[in-house]
């Protein structure tokens, strides 16, 4: 059964910083790219950030120079580090995993709240 758990969020005030993690498990397939995308109440779903396993890092461009997004290959985690945080940066924030067998599949957390207050 594939698990993405993760970790972190919280409530902090603007300038603040926070850490997420998300730790993957069950995954069968060629584990390939792990990031993490957040959604805003009436707002779609968007990137935040995106490390492929061999490959460049993808910023949303709201988000560059404030949030690290980092990755543990052995323990299949990723992390996301947010300084500096806005109340804009206010979403729930969900872990994603990309894998490859006969085709690519996309893993899902759970989603973890963020709030930032001005």
């Known amino acids: 059964q594939v698990q993405l758990v993760e970790s972190g969020g919280g409530l902090v005030q603007a300038g603040g910083s926070l850490s997420l993690s998300c730790a993957a498990s069950?995954?069968?397939?060629?584990?390939?790219?792990m990031g993490w995308y957040r959604q805003a109440p009436g707002k779609q779903r968007e990137l935040v950030a995106r490390?492929?396993?061999?490959?460049?890092?993808n910023y949303a461009d709201s988000v560059r120079g404030r949030f690290t997004i980092s990755r543990d290959n052995g323990k299949n985690t990723v992390y996301l580090q947010m300084n500096s945080l806005k109340p804009e940066d206010t979403a729930v924030y969900y872990c994603n995993a990309e894998a490859w067998g006969v085709r690519k599949f996309n893993y899902w957390g759970q989603g973890t709240q963020v709030t930032v207050s001005s």
């Open positions: 069950g995954i069968g397939f060629r584990l390939d790219a």
């Open positions: 490390l492929p396993s061999g490959g460049s890092t």
